[in-house]
């Protein structure tokens, strides 16, 4: 598979409970259940993800999550309760695209901010659009946007793993990918932090 550019590749360890069951109530896949490990791919152009989705599922015992395909980008996430299979599966797209993990797009923080004690209308704004646990006027709210747009997810895992917070929505498809998070100023604050780390941490090649 030629001509592919791999936008994003992350592997998530161990599905944190609230990310785990927003994939649930969101995607229209076979749904992960926490602690599941748990790959996103993202590629350009979108039409290819089809491939990489047939090329995962049949080098291991893996199962999608998530599979959306848009014209310019395609998504695909993947789980299963064993790492190695996972990773298997990885592997497999990587060759096949003949690709290494490096290959991938090394993510950039577009914008972040912090939003302290919301406002009750603010709030339900924010509410009646979001696809996760509820905000609560008095909360801090933190606002994360990445481009690519898979890696958000990443960030969401580690900083629901750094601190006692909900996921209030994700959107890790598109041009960039966006997450808020509500809890209080000081669990908000470590997981701000966990979620420029891991995203930080990430190695590839620069965007274009």
Known sequence: MSGIR???YTFLDSLQPQLASFIGKTARGFL???SMASLWIEIAP???INRVTDVALKASTVVPGVQVVERAFGVLEIHDRDKGQVM???KAV???LELKETDRVKPKVMSTQVIRSIE???AQIINRDSQGMMILPGQSLFILETEPAAYVTFAANEAEKAANVFLVNLRPIG???RLWMAGTEAEIDSAAEAAMKAIESIEGVPGK
Do not use: K, V
């Open 6 to 8: 791999l936008r994003s």
């Open 32 to 34: 992960p259940i926490p």
């Open 46 to 48: 979108g039409i290819s």
């Open 88 to 90: 298997i599966s990885g």
């Open 94 to 96: 990587l060759d096949a």
């Open 120 to 122: 009750p209308y603010q």
């Open 175 to 177: 041009a960039f990918g």
